[in-house]
């Protein structure tokens, strides 16, 4: 049975993650949001937390274990003040992760301490496809067995940070089955194009990137030749988008609660008016409802079991949920909820990407 109750350690990350995304985050969103780019401190007092290598293995540079209560506690947090700056910020899980849960030990000795300097470096995977009914588990992309390596072929959408990234963990399709493949930056036929358009996350850089027949050494497979558990991969990205939804709802929530109890209207503050003050306990409902279906899904990825399902549960609740209470947010404040001046709008089409977006975090 799992507890209620975090650890001391789990108090602290969280104390620390919430302090960072008020005085950090949340004061560089809007600014980021207008100029479409992430800010340097983001990543700077960001990687100060040691939130990766305190998940890494001594063995491989790091000092801590990996848990995913703890990241769950940790990006609702991060969310809070910033999804944006949260993305960029765990941006390197995409790689470390599924090493540290997956790779073997070759793999694992190369690339994770990459991650426990003490500087940002980073990474990205590319799952997605720009193709309609998009299923991570059939996907167009193929990787071939050629000699001693793979042939990697297709086209990935909604790559993160694409174009500064030191190591691309690409998701192809290997005999039916979805397998990852490191793939080096300069590995010919790789091509990172244009930068994705988006109407929220817009401080988050995506790309898309195709790859022309890219030569992969069979060593870069993830796992080597036993390959990789990508539904165990797949599970941990949808604990960790769903936990970043959640910080984002509360955000919304939260304000328009202090909205609303600030607010006058007719001598009185509109949250007296029955209408508002209903509309405020349902959001705070789902907020609690989202927040036992991450956590429970997170726990069961911390005691080695099968969370497919409570993932999904998880992730399908969550992205529905974080653009209703931001919606209803955004109506409470009014005529104000649609100016940009007010966080809720942008807090609004940030949560409608959780729907479209998979693959683009891990913890």
């Known amino acids: 049975m799992y507890s209620f109750e975090p650890t001391d350690e789990q108090k602290m990350i969280v104390d620390e993650a919430k302090k960072l995304a008020e005085r950090e985050f949340r004061s560089r969103m809007r600014d980021c949001d207008e100029k479409e780019e992430p800010a340097l401190q983001w990543m700077k007092e960001g990687w100060k937390l040691s939130l990766l290598p305190a998940s890494i293995p001594e063995e491989y540079g790091g000092f801590g274990e990996h848990s995913a209560i703890t990241w769950a506690l940790a990006a609702e947090e991060l969310a809070f003040g910033d999804l944006s700056a949260t993305l960029v910020l765990t941006a390197p899980n995409l790689v470390a992760f599924p090493v540290l849960l997956c790779g073997n030990e070759e793999q694992k000795q190369e690339i994770l301490p990459a991650f426990c300097t003490d500087d940002y470096r980073p990474a990205s995977a590319a799952l997605q496809e720009p193709r309609f009914n998009f299923d991570p588990n059939r996907l167009e992309t193929k990787a071939v067995k050629n000699g001693g390596d793979y042939v990697v072929s297709g086209t990935k959408c909604n790559v993160p940070l694409a174009e500064e990234a030191e190591h691309l963990l690409v998701y192809a399709d290997l005999d039916g089955k979805t397998q990852g493949f490191l793939v080096s930056k300069n590995t010919p036929g790789l091509v990172v194009k244009e930068r994705e358009k988006n109407m929220g996350m817009k401080a988050f850089p995506l790309y898309s990137v195709l790859l022309e027949e890219c030569r992969v050494p069979a060593s870069n497979r993830l796992g080597g030749e036993n390959g990789c558990d990508f539904q165990l991969l797949l599970n941990s990205s949808k604990v960790g988008l769903s936990a970043m939804a959640l910080g984002v709802a509360r955000a919304s929530c939260e304000y328009a609660l202090e909205y609303a109890k600030e607010r006058k209207a007719f001598g009185e503050a ?94």
Not at 281 to 297: G, H, I, Q, S
Not at 314 to 325: G, I, K, L, R
Request: net charge negative.
């Open 270 to 363: 509109i949250a007296q008016r029955q209408s508002i003050a209903f509309t405020l306990a349902e959001m705070r409902t789902d907020l609690d409802a989202a927040r036992m279906m991450v956590w429970k899904a997170a726990w069961l990825l911390d005691q080695g079991r099968d969370a497919t399902r409570e993932s999904c549960l998880a992730s399908n609740f969550t992205s529905d949920m974080a653009v209703t209470v931001a919606d209803r947010a955004l109506q409470i404040l009014g005529g104000y909820g649609f100016i940009r001046e007010f966080p809720v709008e942008l807090w609004l089409r940030n949560a409608r990407g959780f729907a479209v977006m998979e693959g683009i975090t891990i913890i």
